[in-house]
């Protein structure tokens, strides 16, 4: 049986500098049956003939594509573009400034082979760059969004992103044809810039994601990068991301294939993170619905609040025991 192909979509505006690196990262995947589409967003740099000098030489696997009028237009119009010419079974993000290891398309479409309800995967990144653009503050932040919270190399279920977005990068993301190309791509003008979260939280709702815990991308860290831009939206305006969880909240439920029964519903859309009742592929989804069912909101509430206090009470404990197995390797020592 032959591999399924992978589309992998790059968008680009004004990265001459590091284009080329990317393309050749796509050029040296061990996984073979790929095609690249690369879409300029109206780039006033030499972008476009340093991509067109690729896709002259490998015409088959690389394709570029502008906007009509070659205008800069945004994030959201230019995916699209980019996804209308796709013909992949699955669609895998390379930020034109980003780079991929040798095996990055390998190790997640054998995922996707073991676990056919998987619709999308993600793995660790090695950051690097400029040490001025925040390196050590994203550093800091990275495994408190991603690896820290998940589950490792088994199929999960999260609604999480409704508070937070888990994945720092579109680089990282392999995700099947459907349900991806069934969302909705345009989250109000404000947001643009977390159009990713937007995405993934709607995927969220629609099927299990799969987390490979290795440096599968490096995430290039820059003055001009977006992830440099969304902190200082986050920071400037009172309010912004609280806002936006509450339209993204709605949008979930919307993107929902099935409407869950209302005790599920209560855990789904109220914050409540999936290891509370480890909510996961490995269990029967259907027997937690009908357990749910017999549970009264309130009484699901306490359970909740109680699971969340008895979990918060062994973190402490066990930071508690970390710290006196420390202080007696160091009086061992001495």
């Not at 400034?97 to 090695?126: G, N, P, Q, T």
């Not at 989250?187 to 159009?195: N, Q």
């Not at 937007?198 to 709702?205: A, D, F, H, I």
């Not at 909740?304 to 404990?317: E, G, H, I, M, T």
Request: charged share 30%.
């Amino acid at each position: 049986m032959p591999d399924k192909k992978v589309s992998v979509i790059m968008v680009n505006y004004n990265y001459a500098r590091f284009i080329e690196e990317a393309i050749e990262s796509v050029l040296s995947q061990s996984y073979k049956n790929w095609e690249l589409i690369i879409v300029d967003d109206g780039s006033t740099d030499n972008s476009v003939s340093k991509i067109r000098k690729y896709s002259a030489k490998y015409p088959e696997k690389i394709m570029v594509y502008e906007h009509q009028d070659r205008k800069n237009k945004n994030l959201s119009l230019t995916y699209q573009l980019g996804l209308k010419y796709a013909q992949g079974e699955y669609f895998a993000f390379l930020e034109s400034d980003d780079l991929w290891r040798k095996d990055s398309l390998a190790e997640r479409v054998k995922v996707f082979k073991e676990h056919k309800d998987i619709i999308l995967v993600f793995s660790d990144i090695e950051l690097f760059g400029e040490q001025g653009a925040r390196m050590d503050q994203i550093k800091k932040t990275l495994y408190v969004r991603t690896a820290a919270d998940i589950i490792k190399n088994e199929p999960f279920y999260t609604i999480d992103f409704i508070a937070r977005n888990l994945i720092p990068t579109f680089s990282v993301v392999m995700v099947k044809r459907f349900p991806f190309m069934n969302l909705n791509f345009f989250p109000p003008d404000a947001y643009l810039a977390w159009l990713d979260w937007w995405l993934w939280g709607q995927c969220s709702v629609n099927g299990a994601f799969y987390y490979i815990p290795e440096k599968l991308a490096k995430w290039r860290i820059h003055i001009a990068s977006n992830n440099s831009l969304n902190d200082r939206i986050s920071q400037q305006i009172p309010g912004y991301q609280k806002e936006f969880c509450r339209i993204l909240k709605q949008q979930m439920k919307e993107s929902l294939k099935v409407q869950p029964q209302p005790g599920l519903a209560l855990l789904l859309f109220d914050k409540i993170i999936y290891r509370d009742f480890s909510y996961r592929k490995d269990k029967d989804i259907q027997d937690l619905k009908n357990k749910l069912n017999e549970i009264e909101d309130s009484k699901c509430w306490k359970i909740v609040l109680f699971l969340r206090y008895c979990r918060q009470v062994f973190d402490l404990f066990l930071s508690f025991l970390k710290t006196l197995l420390k202080v007696g390797a160091t009086k061992s020592k001495n």
